[in-house]
């Protein structure tokens, strides 16, 4: 029993960190990430199965994790205000060749990385930006100026 | 059978920024986010701190140290430890412990089952049941004289143990098990 507890509550507290943690701009993983990433998997990973390495365990723990996956996404759907909760939202970064500096600093993002998303939309330089949006998966969309937005 | 419908129309629930752009950002809720989140952040320092410091096991705060009332035994041990980690209770004996060149050790139940016992340092040469533990004996001559008990304890709970020489004051204490 203990076990599936440890699986339960160890799948919330990481989706929790994570969203502490905060959404970093782009939308590939960088090595940065990928060490946060792999590290906490494995750390929380070692303590979820303890010594219990039975196959048996080992596949209620995957059940117990879907099924909190499932409650989670269901709940989202269910209530706005706990998706927004567990999501975020849609942040203006860059608006009307104006930054919005508060959210640059809080949310950790750098104008280069604006930049570097409005590139990849094949702008060469900010004024052709009309506005820049940190999604809440930690993509930058970028609408160029009268035209049609296109996700980053 | 279906009751949801497979279609339904478009509507305005996503906020527009200057009648243009649907984004859906809500800056009362993320200004209140990022003061949740600068809590948590201190929140989580502390925990750090006090994980250091050794309140949830293996740090200064943890570590205890009892003498029984005659001075026969000293027990160093740690009063907070965690499931399934390992920690050493060592026992420092006084002069009026060895009787017979031999010294006879007893110890409470909890230390052996609650508190995982997994190795006593050096072996014993008799281990007795009965009274509630386990009584050892070892082979003594003078001191200084160590015993070791390699501990792991399998579930978190508070636990009281009773360990002393046989015969003389015991010393009692408290370990706290953290999950």
Known sequence: MAAVVRAFFGYFFLVMIVRIVGRRPGKQMTPFEFVLIFFIGGLALTAIVGDEVSFTNAICQIITIGLAHYTLAWARTKSSRFARLVDGTPLILLEKKEWRAQTLRFQRVNQDDVLASARDSGLKTLDQVDRAVLERNGEISISPMQATPRKA | ?179
């Not at chain 2, 009892?66 to 980690?85: C, F, L, N, P």
């Not at chain 2, 139940?109 to 386990?134: F, M, W």
Request: aromatic share 10%.
């Open chain 2, 1 to 179: 059978m279906v009751t949801e419908p497979f279609s339904k129309p478009v509507k305005d629930s996503v906020a527009k920024v200057n009648n243009e752009i649907e984004v859906g950002e809500n800056l009362d809720f993320q200004r209140k986010w990022w003061r949740f989140e600068n809590v948590v952040w201190v929140f989580f320092t502390l925990i750090i701190l006090l994980d250091l410091a050794g309140l949830f096991g293996r740090g200064p705060i943890a570590k205890a140290e009892r003498r029984s009332a005659d001075g026969t035994i000293d027990v160093k041990y740690e009063r907070i430890e965690r499931t399934d980690s390992p920690s050493i209770l060592t026992i420092d004996f006084g002069p009026s412990a060895i009787q017979d060149g031999k010294i006879t050790l007893y110890v409470s139940q909890s230390l052996v089952k609650a508190l995982g016992t997994q190795r006593v340092v050096p072996a014993p040469l008799e281990t007795r049941i009965g009274n509630g533990g386990l009584t050892y004996s070892f082979p003594a001559s003078r001191l200084p004289a160590t015993v070791d008990l390699a501990l792991e304890p399998s579930g978190p709970g508070v636990y009281d143990f009773t360990i002393g020489v046989v015969g003389a004051a015991p010393v009692h204490a408290k370990v706290f098990v953290v999950p």
